[in-house]
């Protein structure tokens, strides 16, 4: 009996060991949910963020997992269609009995989620989504744009700093935008902006989504001869109204503002040196790749895996917030300990988060504390080649003045040759 | 020129140009629809699908979109008589055409997306020609060639389809098919032949409109719906079957557009072009120039 105690103690020792390890393997995955516009207008975008999004599961599961779970995406195509974003988010959390939910990306998909989010008490992490919770006030929105405590007008901030600081003082500005959810809420912001300038407004007009030639617009705002052009646009639009510009000989001081699309490689090569002059927003340029040291890293990652899914190969605007979103998720699960949404809204309310885009905080509204989205513009470009995107040379970084490399150039007609 | 004269000239330049393209899009569907009564409702799709191909022979070899689509025509020619000859077997024959064949051909929309989704991936695409960022200026007034060209061939297009149809016999036959499919029966003709020979017609128009398409904006594989209620709008609006009233309806929202665009503001362009349209049908109900 005695000679037989040690091989009992080991074989039952063998035996826990067998059984503990499919044990902790066989702990569910922790699913998270989400739309996202796979098919679209937006869909090249909403795409970039998924592989973000999908480098950060495996970068996680490769870590062992969040709280010893592996981090399983569930998501659906949104269609870029905002009315699909209600059933979507619904069967995430009655079917699919999905833990933890996220937005899909812009403004257009994430206003649809809400209702059914905050009628679950949801902690919501959204992705780019302009000005959405002034709307709703949800206490456990968070929103990692770097717009701002006031969004709407810290993403026309920038512009209208650069703006405002011109000599002479411009006097008149054409505000012109797309109907559709984005450009509305952007274009609230610039008037809001206009009213503590003093601008006076000598065009206010929105254009129908599937506008197909711009150049009567344009020349309707060239006739009112405004010293500034603010356009809230999207992807399609940004390269009609562009173009327009070029064609129509567009004379102004400044012109651009808040046209989706310039930030990525796709327009940013369609056009080449149509961009010349514009003044828009961007979240990263290589000018100021020195204040940006934590993004490296997550673009070498990045870069690679987008070239092969033949997706934004730059990876400056939207991909490494995607990540970021996911890694302050990740932080509130760990520090809490567990998954619930009002410990995980209280933690990331309090908390400072460390990013692939740098120090995330946010303020009372669910917006980042303090706004860092930068204002450009765009000059020496020649050529529709993508290489000469990766290096600094092409763009002026106006706003905020802290990262600020030069002054803009004016007037548009001028800038642009 | 005075600045408002300009304004005026300019607007209706680009109406035209603009309804030149429009034209090119319709085109199609009013041979399809308009004549055989095949609802076509994927006809925007094979446009997409005309400016993606455009796009990978321009972006591989250098050659401009619009003679690519033009040599390649005779493909979507092919095409479309595949997919006619689909489409008779299943559902014309069986007198099924109605809802049934409206439902193929959501199908065949939804397929040909995902289709270019799956090859061409989700990113905006665009082709540069030699003409691209060229703007003649009469004066104050600009012909940007990024819109002329497309409207030059549209516009021959439209003309040679007219001119085939009333001097042909093919043609004539095809207008015959439009007018009483059952008295061409009872003389003996081969009525699928004629209709399979116009509908394959309507998509290598599809094609090259595809090309036009694609010189004028960005596109990305869904953008094809956009088009869908124009293409129906102005195919009624010109008077169903009708190529001139096709090519009349299409400069007609074309300018509609560009004039509300510009004295109005571009966000009433749709109301104005569909309640053109309404007053058409109101005191007009075939059409501009329907029978």
Redesign the interface.
């Given at each position: 009996m005695n000679r037989l105690t040690p091989w009992l103690s080991t074989g039952l020792f063998a035996l826990a060991l067998v059984f503990a390890v499919p044990a902790q393997a066989q702990q569910p995955p922790l699913r998270i949910g989400f739309g996202m516009s796979?098919?679209?207008?937006l869909?090249?975008n909403?795409?970039a963020a998924l592989i973000s999004m999908q480098i950060w599961a495996e970068d996680v599961n490769a870590r062992g997992g969040i709280l010893g779970r592996k981090v399983e995406l569930v998501y659906y195509d949104d269609?870029?269609n905002p009315s699909t974003v209600p059933s979507i988010y619904t069967k995430l959390l009655d079917v699919d009995k999905v833990d933890l939910i996220v937005s899909g990306y812009g403004t257009n998909v994430i206003a649809p989620a809400m209702p059914i989010v905050m009628q679950r008490n949801m902690a919501f992490m959204a992705l780019f989504g302009l000005n959405v919770n002034s709307k709703f006030s949800y206490s456990r929105y968070f929103q990692i744009m770097p717009a701002g405590p006031e969004p709407a007008i810290g993403w026309t901030q920038g512009f209208f700093d650069t703006a405002m600081g011109l000599s002479p003082k411009p006097q008149t500005i054409a505000l012109v935008g797309a109907?559709a959810e984005y450009p509305a809420l952007a274009l609230e912001g610039a008037r809001e902006q206009v009213k503590r300038a003093g601008l006076k407004v000598v065009y206010d007009?929105?254009?129908?989504?599937?506008?197909?030639?711009f150049?009567?617009?344009v020349?309707?705002i060239q006739?009112t001869n405004p010293d500034l052009v603010f356009v809230a646009s999207y992807?399609?639009d940004s390269?009609?109204i562009v173009?327009a510009a070029?064609?129509?000989?567009l004379k102004t001081r400044m012109f651009g503002g808040g046209m989706v699309?310039t930030q990525f490689a796709?327009?940013k090569t369609?056009l080449g040196p149509?961009l010349n002059g514009l003044v828009n927003y961007e979240a990263y340029v290589p000018e100021v790749a020195a204040k940006f040291p934590f993004l490296e890293q997550f673009l070498v990652e990045y870069q690679a895996r987008a070239v092969k899914e033949?997706?934004?190969p730059l990876g400056y605007y939207l991909p490494p917030y995607a990540y970021a979103m996911m890694q302050v998720l990740e932080q509130a699960i760990k520090a809490t300990g567990g998954l619930d949404q009002a410990k995980l809204a209280d933690y990331m309310h309090k908390t400072e988060f460390e990013t692939c885009v740098g120090k995330v905080r946010f303020g009372s509204n669910g917006e980042w504390a303090a706004p860092r989205m930068l204002a450009v513009q765009y000059h020496g470009i020649s050529g529709?080649d993508l290489e000469q995107w990766k290096k600094p040379g092409r763009v002026t970084v106006l706003a905020p003045s802290s990262y600020a490399t030069g002054t803009v150039t004016t007037p548009y007609q001028d800038s642009r040759r | 020129m005075e600045?408002?004269t300009a304004?005026l000239f300019?607007?209706i330049i680009?109406?035209l140009?603009?309804g030149g393209?429009y034209a090119a899009v319709s085109v199609g569907v009013s041979i399809s629809f308009g004549m055989l009564d095949v609802v076509n409702i994927a006809h925007p799709a094979f446009v997409i699908l005309g400016s993606y191909i455009a796009y990978i022979v321009n972006d591989r070899m250098g050659f401009d979109p619009i003679v690519v689509s033009i040599v390649l025509s005779p493909l979507f020619f092919l095409l479309g008589s595949l997919l006619y000859r689909v489409y008779y077997i299943c559902f014309e024959k069986r007198g099924q055409e109605s809802l049934r064949g409206l439902a193929f051909f959501f199908g065949i929309l939804f397929i040909t997306?995902?289709a270019l989704?799956l090859i061409f991936?989700?990113?905006?695409r665009?082709v540069?020609t030699a003409y691209s960022?060229t703007?003649l200026r009469l004066g104050a007034i600009?012909f940007?060639m990024?819109?002329v060209v497309p409207f030059l061939v549209s516009v021959t297009m439209v003309v040679g389809i007219q001119l085939f149809l009333t001097h042909t016999f093919f043609g004539r036959a095809v207008l015959a098919v439009a007018q009483d499919t059952l008295a061409l029966r009872l003389m003996g003709v081969n009525t699928f032949r004629v209709k399979e020979f116009a509908f394959a017609l309507s998509i290598a128009t599809a094609g090259v409109a595809g090309a036009f398409l694609i010189v004028?904006?960005?596109v990305?594989?869904?953008?094809g719906r956009?088009?869908i209620g124009?293409v129906f709008a102005v195919c009624v609006l010109g008077g169903m079957g009708s190529i001139w009233g096709t090519l009349l309806g299409a400069l007609v929202l074309g300018l509609a557009?560009?004039?509300t665009?510009?004295?109005f503001?571009?966000?009433w362009?749709?109301a104005v072009s569909f309640g053109l349209l309404l007053a058409t049908l109101a005191f007009k109900p075939s059409g501009l120039l329907g029978r």
């Open positions: 796979l098919t679209g207008p869909a090249g909403g795409k269609q870029t109907d007009k929105s254009y129908p989504p599937n506008t197909v030639d150049s009567p617009i020349r309707a006739a992807p399609p390269a009609g173009r070029n064609e129509v000989g699309g796709a327009l369609q149509l033949g997706v934004d529709n | 600045p408002e304004l300019n607007a680009a109406g140009l603009l393209f997306e995902v989704v991936g989700v990113d905006y665009f540069q960022e703007t600009d940007p990024r819109l004028i904006q960005p990305q594989p869904a953008i956009e088009y124009l557009e560009s004039f665009s510009t004295f503001g571009p966000s362009a749709p």
